[in-house]
């Protein structure tokens, strides 16, 4: 009698992979877009309104210190109402835009202030720690993956819109700039809006590398016919708060975050003082970030393979070369893109690491408050950056005592983020 051949289920389309689309359109328009593309307006708006330089980017400022205090918020916000991450998201996609709607009808520095800290209030929200907190929901493994390609959005809508707001600005003006970003985002946020299921519950799925507890052998990987609750692994945020590790590494992303932001504001300054032309320095951070968008997924991948505590390892590392590389970027004509190389993955390493580390290190039970609490302390510390390289430029009358301080702060940076990985590996802290 002839066997029937046994039928093999076809494999399911993990429903996690539309997250991660999800976040990276998210990541697309509130950091590709409204951050990354600001920059075009600085000549134009303060030529036309009469207003100065400095008085009028302080609106950036304004907007980037509300954000980050208000990721303390949202952080405890999304620890008491997991299930709300979706109506936060929703509330900000209508309030940023329209705070960019408010930029264009702006006649006043006051104005610009008012709509930045209305900007800044939601901003946090369609940053990291929605789009970290949904990943790390959503994957229990290639978690590292998922967060490069989520981050990558940024330099993706950062590179084709620059050129068409540029061209926008110039031949219809500012205004119509800024109802173009608000136009645009709104539209990439809604449908990444439309598109997101907070946890794998909410589509009968599990996370990515658990696996269903099932008897029927047929049963496809990633379907239940119930889903479980799924319980987070982890130590709160009042347990993080005793442990030495946890501070750690917040010094460590301090120190990392020093380096980093203190060297992107001042390259080009930097570059043409030692010689080199506009358009080189022009080029050189061009590349660097064209090479952080496959920088930040292939530093994820490698992260899920290599584990927690060489990953730590790597990321001071990278930055530890760009500082580096820039330091010593007169010696030949090709070092500018040499650094280039470097700093696009060194850039990287202030988004990709930090959810990765934190969520492996201390787990994923609090991982909203525990995460928003280490980026807000050591981003707080990051934002003098610029001003700090500034003043140290002023003291030594060149930039090379100021990288050499920073080649110490990417040492210092790679040994804490190092031991605090180390530390959490032998504690098992993501496992309580």
Known sequence: MQATPSVQPKKRFFYGWIIVLSCALIYAASVGIFLNCLGIFVKPVTTDLGFERGPFTLYATISGTVGMMSQLIYGELYRRYPKKIRMFIGIAVIVCPSAFIGYSMATKLWHFYAFAAMYGS???????????????????????????????????????????????????????????????????????????????????ELPYGMKPRATDPDLPQNTVTVAPRIEAKGITRAQALKEPAYFIQIAGMLCLGIAGMGMSGHIIAYLTDIGYSDSTAAAAMSLVMTIMIGAKILLGALFDKIGPVPSAFLSGVCMFFSVVTLRFAGMAPFMPYVFALCFGFGYSTLSVPYSYLIAQNFGTREFATVYSLAVTISGLGNSFAPSISGVLYDAFGSYYGVWNIYIGSTIAATCLLTLAAIISKKKDFKNR
Not at 128 to 146: D, K, P
Not at 167 to 183: F, K, L, N, P, S
């Open 122 to 204: 939601c901003s946090t929200v369609l940053a990291a720690i929605s789009i970290t907190t949904l990943i790390n929901n959503w994957f229990l493994e290639r978690r590292g993956l998922a967060t490069g390609i989520a981050f990558a959005g940024s330099g993706v809508s950062a590179a084709i819109m620059t050129p068409v707001l540029t061209a926008i600005v110039e031949d219809y003006g500012w205004r119509v700039g800024y109802r173009t970003m608000a136009a645009v985002a709104f539209v990439i946020m809604a449908v990444a809006l439309s598109l997101i299921k907070v946890t794998p519950e909410e589509k009968g």
